[in-house]
């Protein structure tokens, strides 16, 4: 079974389950949560001046969406996950590579409350993500320790899926504070490829 179907049969689990579960704010609402972790980007090309790699770097993501009851959601995010070097060849020729990765994306959240205004909660998310990767690779044309940098930068988008879970706690009606845990993969025409597991902690508010 491809990713997309794995989505599509989430997705329609949610559903039944958005059916089947009680709710304890039945008229539902807008929610915002703001998160900051680490992501784990693992860098697999074809192209000359990027090295097969794994590298960390700090993640943040603003999401927001409508709870249709207490139990599921839809959700929108913006996420610029990689902003640093990676690795690459060393040497007169190629003097370094910097990565940047971001993602746009639109979901469905489905959430289980062990309490009905409060209480520990588990979570799972997956959606659709328009993932931006943009690469810059600087190279000396003179082939000598004085150098001539140019630097070479390439951009590109692709749509993938996504997939997370979390686990928290909700201190009331309103507020929330999570710990998750997102996967998301990238093949862009370029020949590169990326593959992030992110770890961090978000806070919700809902209104």
């Known amino acids: 079974m491809s990713r997309i179907q794995h989505l599509l049969a989430l997705t329609c689990g949610l559903a039944i389950f958005a059916g089947l579960a009680p709710s304890a704010y039945a008229d ?3 929610f915002a949560r703001i998160e900051t972790g680490t992501a784990d980007t693992a860098f697999d090309s074809d192209r000359i001046g990027i090295a097969d790699s794994s590298d960390d770097d700090r993640s943040f993501a603003v999401r927001g969406g409508y709870y249709f009851n207490s139990h599921v959601a839809v959700e929108g995010f913006y996420s610029p996950f990689h902003d640093a070097q990676i690795a690459g060849p060393q040497n007169f020729v190629f003097l370094g590579t910097e990565a940047k990765l971001r993602a746009y994306a639109t979901g469905v959240v489905g959430k289980w409350r062990f309490g009905e205004d409060r209480g520990v909660y588990i979570q799972g998310r997956a959606g659709m993500a328009s993932v931006e ?5 600087t190279f000396n044309l003179c082939a000598n320790a004085l150098g ?6 390439t951009k590109q988008r692709t749509t993938e899926p996504y997939f997370g879970v979390a686990v928290g706690y909700d201190f009331n009606e309103h507020v929330g504070l999570g710990l998750h845990y997102d996967i998301l993969n990238a093949d862009f025409d370029s020949g590169l490829s990326t593959d992030t597991r992110n770890l961090g902690v978000g806070v919700e508010y809902r209104f």
């Not at 001539?148 to 930068?153: A, D, I, L, N, S």
């Open 133 to 137: 990767g943009e690469t810059a690779i």
């Open 148 to 153: 001539c940098p140019q630097t070479q930068t």
């Open 28 to 30: 539902g609402g807008v």
